[in-house]
């Protein structure tokens, strides 16, 4: 049985920063492209950033130089960095598991984890 499961999320300031985890398990986790997606209330779930299976990272625009995505593959587990967190960051994070995709389209990944939330005030 596949499962993720995020944690981390919190309430912080604007400007601070967290350290999302996803822990997977049931897969073979080097031969997956691992995402993380938010969404945020009324709003489509939205990319944040994939990692190939050769670790190759994309970032969405919005993200770039604040979230910074990692894998640890002796924990099987999957990381996002996010600094500089502004108010327009506040969603659910969840994290997403894809065998042969990486891309931004959400309906594309074969597993997902329950989410976390994040809460960012000004």
């Known amino acids: 049985q596949v499962q993720l499961v995020e944690s981390g999320g919190g309430l912080v300031q604007a400007g601070g920063s967290l350290r999302l985890s996803c822990a997977v398990s049931?897969?073979?986790?080097?031969?997956?492209?691992m995402a993380w997606f938010r969404q945020a209330p009324g709003k489509e779930r939205e990319y944040v950033v994939g990692?190939?299976?050769?670790?190759?990272?994309y970032y969405a625009d919005s993200v770039k130089g604040r979230f910074t995505i990692s894998r640890d593959k002796a924990k099987n587990t999957v990381f996002l960095q996010m600094h500089s967190l502004k108010p327009e960051d506040t969603a659910v994070y969840y994290c997403?598991?894809?065998?042969?995709?990486?891309?931004?389209?959400?309906?594309?990944?074969?597993?997902w984890g329950q989410g976390t939330q994040v809460t960012v005030s000004s």
């Open positions: 997403a598991a894809s065998r042969y995709y990486t891309g931004s389209h959400w309906n594309e990944y074969d597993y």
């Open positions: 990692s190939t299976r050769s670790s190759s990272t």
């Open positions: 049931g897969l073979t986790f080097g031969t997956y492209g």
